[in-house]
């Protein structure tokens, strides 16, 4: 459990981080992953960690700027002592380190539905609304990351794109836009076999949306074996022969690993088979919901990471990182602003992720390291 900051300025900054974060937990983390030290050193892996953190609240500020920011914090509570900003040399080579391993446990530790039935938008007829979709990550072009992630091919015919790209899958929840599990893998890994490991973070109480082309037999088997309901788009050549007509004109139909038809209507599937308790019409319109997933997106990598802004390390691990580390800063901030609408009384869509995000780094000094 984490502890209730008892104003919005604790809430700020590092103050956040630590929020969320705690230090016990930082610690515990770093401890299970064997990232511990042996020796006392200047930059001790619980810093690090804050310090990686700090990077992507602050992207794409660098190094020395962000460690700047960090240590304000802690010498205007008294905490330094003598300590020194380290060179930048010594920045890289902790974090090297500290690998990505810390940055991802903790993420899966702290990456649970955040939203409650009084939430707005978040449940429908009881139903948790979820949302699975995937995006690719621009990163530096080195002959490592290249040979951990690839490159995907180029529309224009130059035979290879301009950057090497990391695939992400994502499982987030519409109403708070938390996401709830990711995976990465190298472009190459198709969306399709990266949201088939997100079925472990589902489960009974929960619809959750897709597009299209998803739709197939093993992932709809995956998704519906933990109790999950189901509510996808139908690609525009799939066949879904009639078994039964139901009332409200939607049907009753199988799918099959083959089969094709000509493009027509928009059409959903759903493992909702009563059509009373969740009527077509609404289904339809609750459809909708699905592209809060890419305003998560948009949240992350245009207005946190910063627009067109390629992951500058040059090593797959810190690649790593820095991807589990924008994750647990806009889950941080998700957290802000979802406690900040549950106080006012207000949808959480009527707060600016922009606006928190801004407001979190300007007063990032007023934050507590204890």
Not at 124 to 147: F, H, I, K, P, S
Not at 191 to 200: A, D, H, K, N, Y
Not at 245 to 258: K, P
Request: aromatic content about 8%; overall charge positive; proline content about 5%.
């Amino acid at each position: 459990m984490v502890r209730v900051a008892a104003s919005a300025s604790d809430l700020s900054g590092l103050g956040l981080l630590t929020w969320v974060y705690p230090p016990g937990l930082v610690d515990r983390v770093v401890a299970a992953c064997g990232r511990s030290e042996q020796r006392r050193r200047l930059l001790p892996a619980r810093l690090i960690v804050y310090f990686v953190l700090g990077l992507a609240l602050f992207s794409p500020a660098p190094y020395l700027e962000v460690m700047r920011h960090l240590v304000a914090g802690l010498r205007g509570l008294g905490l330094l002592g003598d300590w020194h900003v380290p060179a930048k040399s010594s920045l890289f080579r902790a974090r090297q380190r500290l690998g990505f391993e810390p940055l991802q446990v903790l993420f899966a530790a702290t990456a649970k539905p955040m939203a409650t039935e009084s939430t707005p938008g978040a449940f429908w007829r009881g139903l948790r609304l979820l949302a699975v979709d995937g995006t690719c990550w621009d990163v530096a072009d080195t002959e490592a990351n290249q040979a951990a992630f690839g490159r995907p091919g180029n529309s224009r015919g130059t035979g290879r794109s301009a950057f090497v790209q990391v695939r992400m899958a994502a499982l987030v929840e519409v109403g708070s836009h938390a996401v709830l599990d990711a995976e990465l893998a190298g472009c190459r890994t198709g969306e399709v076999t990266l949201v088939g490991r997100l079925p472990r973070s589902c489960g009974p109480g929960q619809l959750v949306l897709a597009d299209r082309e998803f739709l197939g037999v093993p992932l709809w088997r995956a998704f519906t074996a933990t109790g999950a309901d189901l509510l996808w788009r139908v690609p525009a050549n799939r066949v879904l022969p009639v078994h039964k007509l139901l009332r409200d004109g939607s049907w009753l139909s199988h799918i099959h690993a083959g089969g094709s038809a000509t493009a027509g209507d928009y059409r959903l599937v759903t493992s909702l088979l009563d059509a009373r308790r969740h009527p077509a019409r609404q289904l339809a319109a609750l459809y909708r919901e699905r592209w809060e997933i890419e305003s998560v997106f948009a949240e992350i990598k245009t207005h946190q990471r910063g627009a067109r802004v390629v992951l500058s390390s040059k090593t797959p691990d810190g690649v790593l990182q820095q991807i589990w580390a924008h994750l647990l800063v806009h889950h941080a901030l998700r957290e802000l602003m979802l406690r900040t609408a549950a106080t006012r009384q207000l949808d959480p869509d009527r707060i600016s992720f922009t606006e928190s995000l801004l407001w979190t780094i300007a007063y990032f000094p007023r934050g507590k390291f204890t």
